[in-house]
Structures are given as structure tokens and as C-alpha cells.
């Protein structure tokens, strides 16, 4: 993975955890823990976990019993998920790489990942190690976000930033809604060799307190914040002012909302 796309560090955790989580994937986390929480597996493992906003949200739903491994590429990312628990919980925190996980063949239940399959530069290998380590009959749950223009707050951001730089524009909002298409997502899953692939899309009209806080999220909480920087002679508070003016002129003043759109896919181990 290049560094644009893969590495959440400095104060991208915490922007990412407070700016955009509560908006962007906290609706998408109770719905993927509720079904993770309805199959009762004994042992989970949740790949680029982030923050732990689903973790912490699986945890509950799992119940004390299932043990829940959490990994991410990034470890500071991980530490932040780790503050949300406590003590004794049955969860376990490491960095691992999707596409080549350090687990033993069969070993899992169950495997959750949201929205981060997007991020794995080979998504076939990644969905054949999910394969290797879940036991046969095991299930991976994972979501993807739609396109561009069906999640138009991302659509903004990515306008804005260009609007900055004619030049090589940053270009780290194309990678997380590159993967929309649902049946190129279960031809890869079949290719990696799962079975009884289903999916269902899931829309929310999200209500945004303050687009301001929400636009700072949306620049400094993810490596969007790493491109401006390195290309240099842009404020990237500019950029998120040029981001809330966006939001508040497509969808009104605060509070208001926005539509989110995903999708989330279940494959059965053979």
C-alpha cells in the first residue's frame, strides 16, 4: 500500500474518531455488529478496525464470551480502539496486513471488516487469506462504500481539493469509493473461493450538526491531510473551509443532513 492510502498516523486518529465517525461510519457499525452479533461465533477477527468504532459496537453484540481480535495496518489507529475497552473484555489488538494475516488456517468464525477492503491493493489475495483463516462455514461480513456522486459529501471534498491544485491533485477521496459495483465484488469473492455470496445495499439520510466540524473531519482525518501538506502553498484549513462551504451550499444550513450509500456483502467459507 503507498503511503497516501494506507497510513493513518499523527492526528489523523483522532480527527477520524471525532470528526468523522459519529457522521460517516457509526450508522454502518451498529447495522454490521447487529448481523456479526446474529451468527453467535465463538472466535472474530475485524481487519482495518480504524479507531474501533465498530469494535467497540461488535464487542457489545458478540457478548463477553466471543473473543475478538482487532487489527489494523496502523498502529496508532489501534491504540485509540484499544482505549475503548477494558480490562478482561476477551478482545486482542495487533497490526496485520490483509493480505497476508498471520493466523492459522480455520481459525476463525467469523471475519468483519468495514469499509476497508477498498484500501487492499489486491482484494482477490485479501479475500483468499479470509478464506484460509476462517474455519468451513465461517462468514466474512464487509461493507463498501458507493461511488463518488452517491456519497456526495465525498464528492465535494474530493472537487474542493482540485480546486487547490491543478496540478496533481490530491487524490485520496477516489481510493475509499473505488470499489461500488456489486457484482465485481462478488466475482472476487467467488474467484477467491467463497461461497453463497450476498449482498445488500443500505442508504442513510444523516443528520450533520456543524458542517464545519464534520468539514475539518473530512480534510484531517485521513491521509487527505498528508497529500496537502506535501505538495505544499495550500493553508489545508482553506481547503476545509472550501468543504463546509460546499456542504452547506449542496444541502443547507445546519442542522441538515446527507445521504450515505453502501453496501455490505456476507461470504461462507467452504
Known sequence: MTKTTSEFTGDIPENYDQRLGPIIFAPYANDIARRAGALKPARVLE????????????????????????????APMLEVAKAKFRDGENAAFQTADAMKLDFPDDFFDLIVCQFGVMFFPDKIASFGEAVRVLRPGGAY?????????ENPFAQIAQGASEKFFS???PGFYRIPFSYPDPDAVRKDLLEA??????????????????????????????????????RGGVDANDVARAVENGLRKEFG??????????????????
Not at 142 to 149: E, K, M, T
Open 47 to 74: 481487519l482495518a478496525a480504524g479507531t474501533g468504532i465498530v469494535s467497540r459496537k461488535l464487542k457489545d453484540a458478540l457478548g463477553p464470551d466471543a473473543h475478538l481480535t482487532v487489527t489494523d495496518l496502523n
Open 141 to 149: 461480513l464487509f461493507s463498501c462504500w458507493g461511488s463518488l456522486s
Open 167 to 169: 496540478e496533481n491533485p
Open 193 to 230: 473461493g467463497f461461497d453463497d455470496v450476498q449482498h445488500e445495499t443500505i442508504e442513510f439520510q444523516k443528520t450533520v450538526p456543524d458542517w464545519r466540524h464534520f468539514s475539518h473531519g473530512v480534510v484531517f482525518g485521513n491521509p487527505l491531510i498528508d497529500e496537502i501538506k506535501s
Open 253 to 270: 444550513p445546519e442542522p441538515s443532513s446527507m445521504p450515505l450509500k453502501a453496501t455490505i456483502f456476507k461470504g461462507r467459507s467452504p
